[in-house]
């Protein structure tokens, strides 16, 4: 809010970026739910490999994009997410440290994605027929949610499990995707960064 010279644009662009942010969002939900719908790949596993997993749990832009990916982090992301948009794409300043940070903890559209598409796997792979009503609560659930999910490398864990609760999926679910979560949690941190800079780039014009 400081970086706002005029405080007066501070409704008509907060209204903006909150607004935008919220339908991008939602957009990437549908995508990840329409994905997981029609490719099913929790019906293309194993199932006796599944309850062996099962009984372990219960013991046991480029530059920009490649920093999100390997800090896995929009938080820690945010300053060369700055300093490309200002420079390269020639966004000014005032909307830049307004929208950015504001992005970094209400814009998760790859981590939303990929929540949507991790739920339908678990439920697929665990025998879980989700009705109409189930997915509609998943992605209400996941657009309120994705608001609060921290900008930190593993920050949508606890969220994916309330939103698996929430719809009657086990919590013991996660153990068949927590293996191979962290090159996943890479790659959507790299769509949220390009998220916030698009986002950037559509208020500023």
Do not use: W
Not at 77 to 104: A, D, N
Not at 152 to 175: D, F, K, N, Q, R
């Amino acid at each position: 809010m400081t970086g706002l010279k005029d405080i007066s644009k501070f409704s008509r662009i907060g209204g903006k970026t909150i607004g935008t942010y919220i339908c991008t969002t939602v957009v990437a939900i549908l995508i990840g739910l329409a994905m997981g719908l029609l490719v099913q790949p929790g019906k293309l596993v194993n199932h006796e490999q599944v309850a062996h997993l099962q009984e372990q749990f219960i013991r046991a832009m480029y530059p920009v994009q490649l920093f999100a990916f390997t800090t896995s982090s929009s938080a820690a992301t945010l300053p060369v997410t700055l300093k490309t948009v200002e420079q390269k794409l020639g966004i000014s300043e005032e909307v830049s440290s307004f929208v950015l940070p504001v992005g970094v903890t209400i814009n998760m559209d790859g981590t939303s994605c990929y929540q949507t598409i991790a739920i339908l796997f678990i439920a697929q792979v665990l025998g879980i027929d989700l009705s109409f009503s189930q997915l509609c609560i998943i992605v209400a659930m996941t657009v309120l949610s994705s608001i609060g999910t921290p900008g930190i490398p593993g920050g949508s864990y606890v969220i994916l499990a309330m939103v698996l609760t929430s719809v009657g999926i086990p919590v013991e679910g996660l153990a068949l995707i927590l293996g191979v979560d962290r090159p996943l949690d890479m790659l959507r941190t790299a769509v949220n960064v390009t998220g916030d800079a698009a986002v950037c780039s559509i208020i500023d014009r």
